[in-house]
């Protein structure tokens, strides 16, 4: 061949080579989805018909001078945003390697006000549910494998999972950031961000093929307990249509400027931290760096709880349920029957023997006694005290919030997971803590992405039990009723305290557990009035129980 011909076959060889390769980015391209958000364009992933997209601030970065500021909208950006790997989550305290729930962030900063969003490739006004993640309000994010929602999307819903801010970067209320609030409010940063994230998801979740009309929030523990937040916050109203509260609970939380229940003042609890770590004034908790300032707070027990500001919680949640301003919407809310078996921390030392425990209990609970004992017997004091705490911080909360939904004659459909499986039987830990979570969450079976010291379930029946409840989930995120044709039926709370129990499978049934909700309203009842904390000071480390008042007996 002439040295001509060969140079013509080089040319065509490599006109075809780049048009090959112009012809496969622009397949890559055409496959990768792309939408137009209010701050500008973002590319995400096509996934097995699903679209996927990480990373997407919702509002600007809280560092700097914006450190323990309300969030603000996030700046508009030039070109198309890669939406393709998860930001980072916010800064937190680690937890031991061998703690059940370790699951360390990839990456963690002060910039982390970031979303996901998974939708069905052919989205159009598709109900959307808002996941808020748990951890004692100081550790977790979005970006954990076992929220990933997929699963959700496969079943036709738009799914959003959100970072907050978390821990003394989160909570912190001073007298100084009082000062400087419009609002003269400080302290509830986290969950100012969670409503800045809704109010995104209502101005932009329509570009990706959501309703903003058909809104859920939904969380578990930490995430549960901000879902209380939102539904008593007026400042979210609007932004969310229903809820879902998986291990939620109500305690007093601290008030702004005073004390009450026992709490000191927020503003008095961030001087006194600002001491412990050596800062003078905000200025200096401002300078210090983000990362050894969360550490310094956690290893001086800062307690991250929202605040009573009077702006973003007007009031206590328990009172704002009492006087029905809390959100009229419909609620799924359950608990799980081992809650404390990972959560033994709050568990007092147990009494030597029956006649001593039945002789604390008598002294600590007066008239109560008699009703303490019925539900919580000392025939099993090891399993007694177990439930004793589990349901003065769960049981009550999560029934009483679904009864006075119902009240108000809203649907409310309350659950208890009392499901166990080999791996967790093996170490006492059968309905644990957040045990539901990968069942809601379709991610069972040995492929599964859990924290690395979590038992495993496997097995067709725990496929089975999970393919059940995610449908549960996803018909209530669709409709307000989780009802499924062809499943047993779960019928609201209003009808004769009616509840699912998910065992081996979803099984209906009334009255989760006679006497307890009667018994621990009284006991919380008689605390508030006596200006107590109700949370788990409860069963034989419980404080001397006040004479009911005259106009109550």
């Not at 018909?49 to 700097?64: E, N």
């Not at 995610?470 to 709370?493: C, H, M, Q």
């Amino acid at each position: 061949m002439s040295s001509r011909l060969r140079a013509l076959a080089r040319r065509a060889m490599l006109a075809g080579a780049l048009a090959a390769a112009a012809a496969a980015g622009a397949a890559q391209a055409a496959d990768q989805p792309q939408v137009a958000v209010r701050q500008g364009q973002v590319a995400g992933l096509a996934d097995d018909g699903l679209h996927v997209f990480k990373g997407i601030p919702y509002a600007m970065p809280p560092v700097g001078e914006r450190r323990w500021q309300p969030p603000a909208p996030p700046a508009p950006w030039q070109g198309t945003r890669d939406a393709t790997a998860f930001g980072p989550s916010c800064i937190q305290f680690p937890i031991p390697a061998d703690s059940l729930y370790y699951d360390p962030p990839a990456a963690a900063s002060e910039d982390c006000l970031t979303l996901n969003v998974w939708a069905p490739r052919d989205a159009a006004r598709t109900p959307v549910v808002v996941w808020i993640h748990g951890g004692s309000l100081r550790m977790g994010g979005s970006s954990e494998p076992l929220f990933d929602g997929a699963n959700f999307a496969r079943r036709g819903v738009v799914f959003v999972s959100i970072n907050y801010r978390l821990g003394v970067l989160g909570w912190l209320a001073h007298p100084e950031l009082t000062a400087e609030s419009p609002q003269h409010a400080s302290g509830n940063y986290g969950l100012l961000d969670q409503i800045q994230a809704l109010r995104w998801v209502h101005d932009n979740i329509a570009a990706f093929g959501g309703d903003p009309d058909n809104v859920t929030v939904m969380g578990e523990s930490a995430g549960a307990l901000s879902v209380t937040y939102l539904l008593a916050s007026p400042l979210a109203r609007g932004l969310f249509h229903k809820a879902i509260a998986e291990s939620a609970n109500i305690r007093a939380i601290p008030q702004l400027q005073q004390s009450a229940y026992g709490l000191p003042s927020a503003e008095q609890i961030g001087l006194d931290l600002a001491k412990q770590v050596g800062a003078a004034d905000l200025a200096a908790l401002r300078a210090m760096d983000g990362e050894t300032l969360t550490q310094a707070a956690a290893k001086a027990r800062f307690a991250s709880q929202g605040t009573v500001d009077g702006w973003s919680l007007p009031q206590q949640v328990v009172d704002a349920f009492d006087q029905g301003q809390q959100a009229q919407v419909p609620l799924l809310a359950g608990f799980n029957s081992g809650e404390i078996r990972s959560q033994r921390a709050f568990v007092p030392p147990a009494p030597a023997d029956a006649q001593t425990y039945e002789a604390e209990i008598r002294k600590r609970y007066g008239d109560l006694a008699s009703a303490f004992l019925r539900v919580y017997p000392s025939s099993d004091i090891a399993q007694s005290m177990l439930a004793t705490v589990r349901d003065a911080i769960y049981g009550w909360a999560t029934e009483r919030m679904v009864a006075q939904q119902s009240a108000g004659g809203l649907p409310a459909y309350l659950y208890v997971f009392d499901h166990c499986y080999p791996a967790a039987r093996e170490r006492d830990l059968c309905a644990f803590h957040a045990s539901e979570v990968p069942y809601v969450f379709g991610h069972v079976g040995p492929e599964a992405s859990l924290p690395v010291n979590w038992p495993r379930p496997q097995g067709e029946q725990e496929s089975a039990l999970s393919a059940t409840m995610l449908d549960y989930w996803t018909n209530f995120v669709k409709t307000g009723s989780p009802g499924i044709s062809g499943e047993v039926a779960w019928r609201p709370y209003a009808q004769g305290q009616s509840y699912m129990r998910f065992a081996g499978g979803p099984i209906a049934e009334n009255d989760p557990i006679p006497g307890m909700f009667e018994m621990q309203e009284a006991l919380v009842e008689r605390r508030r009035r006596a200006g107590e904390q109700w949370f788990v000071n409860v069963g034989v480390a419980a404080p001397v129980m006040a004479a009911p008042a005259a106009d109550a007996r």
